[in-house]
């Protein structure tokens, strides 16, 4: 049957031009989703166009939603049992239904989804790669201009709708986040865990804002994720402020109590905090929670916050903090202190930032301080007379303690570097985390008996001169400077100086790292790390019980521990005969839903899941580190913090250019200025 006035739909595309096949207006009755093309004769599914489901090669296309012309009804047939077909009724049902809730609309609304202008994706698109690029939003309406200079079709050819101007930069940002956090939640709600990860920062404005991250598990692949939930800001208050803002997000992005397995909170002063109770707090609503600091991020793992009690070190700051003010921008020939210039550079330092800068904690710092001493002494005295700060400093800088004490600095912060390190390893061997803890602290507590190898050798390099205007007394040079304040009191104090910082240093490292938190992190690797497995078969019997029974105990909650302990012996054979995984490789075979140890092992699978939720590696240290940078630099002057978080979402999380769904966005962005959604948020 054919439309009056209209011929027979086009040929189909078969080699055999003998048989001519046309289009049936029958079909349509038959195949409710199909729709044909009289001007281009074509045939299309419209349910398949609607959702736009990518196939298991990453592709949205199929021959229904660019246009068919192979007019047979077998084909039609072969169509509607499709898995791409289901999954786009499934898809389509499941927006009707959110935009029903959402919306209030009972009635049905058309599934026919209207071709997305061009234009409009092309100023997303421009708005999309601005945020991922780091290029301010005043920048956008010249980018655009731009665009059509080179005569970009999308922008020339048609007009977009008013919604679409450069002044609207934020509002569209907050559309295409509002994309990404969707993912994020489907991503949250099929993950058995997630991990938390809580980083405190302050920008220049001294505004303090929680940015927060999750680290989830597929259960389809087994493998993970590291997503930026947001920044948030922060009231000053007590631990509970902090929790209650974490609950706050956890139930905006429907995150269950039961799931939230590890905690990892940065910043020294939420360390502080937690010790007051923000980790008390936050287990009362996770049972399963368990704390773990600043493991992937282990640029804090020596915060000076933690130990500012100790007065000294307020000082030697200070006087640290005006050498780098004074001779920052020195011009002369000395590489000495160029060095200390290029200290700024590498570390990212702004000497303008009303905040705080904590010199003991940076080693490229006071390692410049100690090599361009002798320079800085020689140049401060050559000032003195003329200047009251200079002949200060040089005071300061000659004292014994100070020099002494650069040099406990160049002791201990490598220490705690190399654990840092530890931490960043994509794949990091559980199994040598209580090892290297256990050794870090040891080499504190050795430190205090015998000094470190940078502070031996200076005490080793002094020269010692008696003193003609006070018998028994000598004087102390170094590098041909005399040292200042070398009387034996002085030295005893700085001998309890010496004992009180590692002290300090050292109940920190054992604070972050508590002994149950590495019980359960050596159980993890003892039952999952085939590695640690016996070398023969015969001395597996006994091996890992009590690491299980310490994990069933933690997790009793989500394990059936009798069928645990009865399918271990069989568990470890499996897992002896594996020796080649690692200890990811082995949980992510668990976790799988599909294999057969996820189904033969369901307790296993579940601590495995737990396991991978660990925040650790190097790709969440890289967006923890991205979402402090975007933070610092304020480069967007946003007048509230949900916009700079809105643009953080999409220069941390969002894909490449081309994997971003932008009618998605268009869509989102649209609803929400006809619903007068925005104009509230920025009112």
């Given at each position: 049957?054919?439309?009056?006035?209209?011929?027979?739909?086009?040929?189909?595309?078969?080699?055999?031009?003998?048989?001519?096949?046309?289009?049936?207006?029958?079909?349509?009755?038959?195949?409710?989703?199909?729709?044909?093309?009289?001007?281009?004769?074509?045939?299309?599914?419209?349910?398949?166009?609607?959702?736009?489901?990518?196939?298991?090669?990453?592709?949205?296309?199929?021959?229904?939603?660019v246009g068919t012309d192979n007019f047979q009804r077998h084909a039609l047939l072969r169509h509607v049992t499709s898995g791409a077909h289901r999954q786009a009724l499934a898809v389509n049902r499941e927006q009707l239904a959110f935009e029903t809730r959402v919306h209030g609309h009972p009635e049905l609304r058309s599934v026919i989804k209207v071709e997305v202008n061009p234009a409009k994706v092309a100023v997303l698109t421009t708005v999309y790669w601005?945020?991922?690029?780091?290029?301010?939003?005043?920048?956008?309406?010249?980018?655009?201009?731009?665009?059509?200079?080179?005569?970009?079709?999308?922008?020339?050819?048609?007009?977009?709708?008013?919604?679409?101007?450069?002044?609207?930069?934020?509002?569209?940002?907050?559309?295409?986040?509002?994309?990404?956090?969707?993912?994020?939640?489907?991503?949250?709600?099929?993950s058995p865990f997630v991990g938390l990860v809580?980083?405190?920062?302050?920008?220049?404005?001294?505004?303090?804002?929680?940015?927060?991250?999750?680290?989830?598990?597929?259960?389809?692949?087994?493998?993970?994720?590291?997503?930026?939930?947001?920044?948030?800001?922060?009231?000053a208050g007590e631990a509970s402020t902090v929790a209650g803002k974490v609950g706050e997000v956890m139930r905006s992005f429907g995150i269950p109590t039961m799931k939230i397995t590890w905690l990892s909170a940065d910043s020294a002063s939420l360390v502080a905090e937690r010790l007051s109770g923000v980790g008390t707090a936050l287990t009362s609503l996770c049972p399963l929670l368990t704390e773990m600091h600043c493991l992937s991020h282990g640029s804090s793992l020596l915060p000076a916050e933690s130990i500012v009690s100790i007065e000294y070190l307020q000082k030697y700051e200070t006087t640290v903090d005006a050498v780098y003010r004074l001779y920052s921008s020195f011009r002369g020939e000395s590489n000495g202190l160029q060095e200390l210039r290029s200290v700024l550079d590498l570390c990212e330092?702004?000497?303008?930032?009303?905040?705080?800068?904590?010199?003991?904690?940076?080693?490229?710092?006071?390692?410049?301080?100690?090599?361009?001493?002798?320079?800085?002494?020689?140049?401060?005295?050559?000032?003195?007379?003329?200047?009251?700060?200079?002949?200060?400093?040089?005071?300061?800088?000659?004292?014994?303690?100070?020099?002494?004490?650069?040099?406990?600095?160049?002791?201990?912060?490598?220490v705690f570097q190399k654990l840092s390190r530890f931490?960043?390893?994509?794949?990091?061997?559980?199994?040598?985390?209580?090892?290297?803890?256990?050794?870090?602290?040891?080499?504190?507590?050795?430190?205090?008996?015998?000094?470190?190898?940078?502070?031996?050798?200076?005490?080793?390099?002094?020269?010692?001169?008696?003193r003609d205007d006070r018998e028994g007394e000598s004087r102390l040079y170094y590098k041909g400077v005399e040292l200042a304040n070398c009387s034996k009191v002085h030295l005893k104090h700085f001998e309890r100086l010496k004992e009180s910082y590692l002290d300090s240093v050292r109940g920190n490292l054992l604070d972050r790292f508590p002994s149950r938190v590495l019980e359960a992190i050596s159980s993890f690797s003892a039952i999952f790390n085939p590695k640690c497995y016996p070398q023969s078969l015969e001395d597996i019997g006994s091996y890992g019980v009590s690491e299980l029974n310490f994990l069933l105990q933690a997790y009793s909650r989500v394990?059936?521990?009798?069928?645990?302990?009865?399918?271990?012996?069989?568990?470890?054979?499996?897992?002896?005969?594996?020796?080649?995984?690692s200890f990811k490789d082995l949980c992510i075979k668990l976790v799988y839903s599909n294999s057969e140890m996820h189904e033969l092992f369901p307790d296993f699978a579940v601590l495995a899941a737990i396991a991978l939720a660990l925040?650790?590696?190097?790709?969440?240290?890289?967006?923890?580190?991205?979402?402090?940078?975007?933070?610092?630099?304020?480069?967007?002057?946003?007048?509230?913090?949900?916009?700079?978080?809105?643009?953080?979402?999409i220069a941390i999380d969002g894909p490449a250019i081309n994997e971003f769904d932008f009618a998605l966005a268009v869509e989102h962005y649209e609803s929400m200025r006809e619903s007068g959604f925005i104009v509230a948020q920025v009112k």
């Open positions: 049957m054919v439309p009056p006035g209209k011929k027979p739909a086009g040929e189909t595309s078969n080699s055999n031009k003998k048989c001519k096949r046309y289009f049936n207006e029958h079909w349509k009755e038959e195949f409710t989703w199909l729709e044909f093309d009289y001007e281009r004769k074509l045939m299309f599914c419209i349910e398949c166009r609607q959702a736009l489901v990518k196939n298991k090669h990453g592709k949205a296309e199929n021959a229904f939603t601005m945020a991922k690029e780091e290029i301010p939003d005043e920048k956008c309406s010249s980018l655009l201009d731009f665009q059509k200079f080179n005569l970009c079709q999308a922008l020339l050819a048609s007009e977009h709708s008013e919604y679409y101007h450069p002044s609207s930069v934020r509002e569209m940002q907050a559309a295409i986040a509002k994309v990404l956090h969707n993912e994020d939640r489907h991503r949250i709600k099929a809580v980083d405190e920062t302050v920008d220049v404005l001294e505004h303090r804002s929680l940015a927060m991250f999750t680290t989830t598990v597929s259960p389809c692949n087994g493998q993970t994720s590291a997503t930026f939930l947001g920044s948030f800001e922060l009231p330092i702004d000497l303008g930032s009303p905040k705080a800068i904590h010199w003991t904690s940076i080693f490229p710092a006071v390692e410049a301080i100690d090599s361009s001493w002798p320079t800085l002494v020689l140049l401060l005295e050559s000032e003195a007379e003329r200047s009251p700060v200079a002949h200060g400093l040089c005071e300061e800088l000659k004292k014994f303690q100070f020099v002494a004490f650069t040099k406990i600095l160049l002791d201990v912060l490598p931490f960043q390893i994509e794949d990091f061997d559980l199994s040598i985390l209580k090892p290297i803890v256990s050794a870090t602290a040891t080499t504190l507590q050795a430190q205090k008996s015998a000094s470190g190898q940078n502070l031996q050798e200076f005490l080793n390099e002094m020269n010692e001169h008696p394990v059936v521990s009798e069928r645990a302990l009865s399918d271990f012996p069989l568990f470890k054979r499996i897992v002896f005969s594996l020796s080649q995984l925040p650790l590696g190097s790709v969440l240290a890289e967006k923890i580190s991205r979402g402090r940078e975007l933070l610092k630099r304020g480069r967007l002057r946003c007048t509230k913090d949900e916009g700079l978080s809105d643009l953080m979402k």
